[in-house]
């Protein structure tokens, strides 16, 4: 079974550039996967922030971007502010109707 | 404004049933697919089930194959997760979500509810 890769943890200063990963373990990504991203914080339930693969959702600032960086999806947050620490999931479409989350990645801002 | 609003839930012993409910408001529920999501306690989330706008068409995550049922009442705008034979590694909180088809993402979700398989 395919499993949906990210980095359990990054750290970012505050007014940084972070590039967070979604990758396959094993395989290419590619667009054909359909990666979205969603930023939840303790307590809440996930929010919606790019889909198919680099469109932001309604609201989002445009300091979170997405792009497919070699063979994985990414989430690169410009100008990193403290309210943007919080835990980041990819989720991929399988086929077949069966959408995969990654394990997330919990932001440190400091 | 769109919401969904979750019900149901709680403390279950193992081989036990629950129902969970999510009723939906603020949108044309029966033109979405919906998605029901869970994250057990300190781990990441897990799709769960989907269903197709009409109920014509459900899918699940192996591990509930045969014992969670996804369904849907459009003219009630509302969708449950009926939980059977539960297990200690269901307990998780578990959200309901609306799939919007055209961008392929998850865009609004419940507050989520809290399911705790236990002895």
């Known amino acids: 079974q395919t499993v949906v890769t990210q980095e359990p943890s990054f750290s970012v200063s505050p007014g940084g550039t972070v590039t967070l990963t979604c990758g396959l373990s094993s395989g290419s990504l590619s667009t054909n996967y359909h990666p979205s991203w969603y930023q939840q914080t303790p307590g809440q339930a996930p929010r919606a922030l790019i889909y198919?693969?680099?469109i932001r959702s309604s609201g989002v600032p445009d300091r979170f971007s997405g792009s497919i960086v070699g063979s994985k999806a990414a989430l690169t947050i410009t100008g990193a502010q403290a309210d943007d620490e919080s835990d980041y999931y990819c989720?991929?479409?399988?086929?077949?109707?069966?959408?995969?989350f990654g394990g997330g990645t919990k932001l440190t801002v400091l | 404004e769109v919401q969904l609003v979750q019900s149901g839930g709680g403390l279950v012993q193992p081989g036990g049933s629950l129902r969970l409910s999510c009723a939906a408001s603020?949108?044309?529920?029966?033109?979405?697919?919906m998605t029901w999501v869970r994250q057990a306690p300190g781990t990441g989330l897990e799709w769960v089930a989907h269903?197709?706008?009409?109920?014509?068409?459900?899918i699940y995550v192996d591990s509930v194959k045969g014992r969670f049922t996804i369904s849907r009442d459009n003219a009630k705008n509302s969708m449950s997760l009926q939980m059977n034979s539960l297990r200690v590694e269901d307990t998780a909180v578990y959200y309901c979500a609306r799939w919007e088809r055209a961008g392929e993402l998850f865009d609004y979700w419940g507050q989520g509810t809290l399911v705790t398989v236990s002895s």
């Open positions: 269903i197709k706008e009409d109920g014509s068409q459900k």
């Open positions: 198919s693969t680099n």
């Open positions: 603020g949108f044309t529920f029966s033109t979405y697919w």
């Open positions: 989720v991929l479409y399988m086929g077949s109707g069966i959408w995969v």
